[in-house]
């Protein structure tokens, strides 16, 4: 079955029912086919949509050692963390650091702003 006739059998809706008592006119196969052919023709054709985002990772002090907030970049993604994650392998940071539950790169939280960013070691 191809496109065609999936979009020709879901659009022929009284052709669904019994076309006689004992057989269908399209057969439930038949329209689940059809079906599955038509979404994976929506999924191909709708264009994911896509924003902007400023990532920033915060400031951090520890063990005597500190380091002031950094703008990574502006980044069009799906979402903020695949943003955050778009940045951190473009400026070559290692994903081993990365945690996706926190959204924080070595306990440093990833912020779509500079005030978060800096509001805790500048």
């Not at 059998?9 to 599955?36: C, D, F």
């Not at 943003?83 to 912020?111: P, V």
Request: charged share 25%.
């Amino acid at each position: 079955m191809d496109s065609k006739e999936a979009i020709k059998i879901l659009t022929q809706h009284q052709e669904w029912r019994l076309g006689s008592e004992q057989e269908y006119i399209y057969t439930p196969k038949q329209i689940t086919t059809a079906i599955n052919i038509v979404l994976e023709l929506a999924k191909k054709n709708t264009p994911i949509e896509t924003h902007k985002y400023n990532v920033w990772v915060e400031g951090f002090a520890t063990n005597g050692q500190q380091g002031q907030a950094q703008y990574l970049g502006n980044y069009t993604a799906e979402s903020f963390k695949t943003a955050c994650k778009k940045a951190l392998i473009e400026k070559g940071y290692s994903m081993n650091h990365y945690r996706e539950d926190t959204n924080s790169y070595w306990g440093c939280k990833l912020y779509d702003n500079g005030a978060d960013a800096t509001k805790s070691f500048g």
